[in-house]
């Protein structure tokens, strides 16, 4: 399968436990994104990157998350000291370069987080 | 603030009738538009984009654009029952920038 792969596809941790997330892009696209989603809501942007650069972060990615692409290929987001108001699905998304594409993100399925 | 508003339903439509979604934004700089379908529990998925005023056709869907009002909707003609799903609607203020902003999406609901 070539993918966009997340992992783990759900996660239950308590209040106040880091938690991290792994993001497997379709291998040539070269931007990756982070989303998140809650019940009844549309996906909103965290953050994106280019290749290994992080272009930009939304306000809603407080301090406890980091978001890294190290090697412009997989990305982890991390969530630290969770809190319920975490409780969400992390939606990771690739594309193809800027005008090269058709501006169609391509979703992994999504990483479910419950914070207890 | 840049938002997307869709009416949130549910929208409920007998099978082989036509499905009408709509969605408006608020920014005029607003290049590109997309209508992402998702099934509960599912990731989103593209079904169709546009980015010039006007009607775009993919097999039963069309995607309209009216930039001077603000305006996008999508047309599904002949539902069928696997089309009940959530439609969400999602803006792209530059092209090649595909930070989207989405709204909270339509849920349809196809009945056999």
């Known amino acids: 399968d070539t993918g966009v792969s997340q992992n783990p596809r759900h996660k239950i941790t308590k209040r106040g436990q880091n938690v991290t997330f792994r993001c497997d892009p379709i291998s040539e696209h070269n931007r990756l994104y982070w989303y998140r989603q809650t019940l009844g809501q549309g996906p909103e942007f965290l953050t994106y990157f280019q290749n290994e650069a992080q272009l930009e972060k939304s306000r809603l990615l407080s301090d406890r998350f980091s978001a890294e692409r190290p090697k412009g290929s997989f990305s982890t987001l991390e969530i630290q000291r969770t809190e319920q108001g975490d409780s969400a699905m992390y939606l990771c998304?690739?594309?193809?370069?800027?005008?090269?594409?058709?501006?169609?993100?391509?979703f992994g399925e999504g990483s479910r987080l419950t914070v207890l | 603030q840049k938002e997307v508003e869709q009416n949130s339903g549910p929208l409920s439509v007998p099978e082989g009738a036509i499905a009408s979604l709509n969605c408006t934004y608020s920014d005029r700089g607003s290049q590109s538009f997309f209508w992402y379908r998702q099934y509960s529990g599912k990731s989103p998925e593209l079904i169709m984009s546009?980015?010039?005023?006007g009607d775009k056709e993919d097999g039963r869907f069309t995607a309209q654009l009216n930039k001077a009002s603000q305006y996008v909707s999508l047309l599904i003609r002949d539902s069928q029952p696997s089309d009940s799903a959530t439609y969400l609607c999602a803006v792209g203020s530059n092209f090649g920038n595909e930070k989207l902003t989405f709204g909270t999406g339509t849920r349809l609901t196809i009945i056999p």
């Open positions: 546009i980015y010039s005023n």
């Open positions: 998304a690739s594309s193809l370069p800027g005008y090269s594409n058709t501006g169609e993100l391509f």
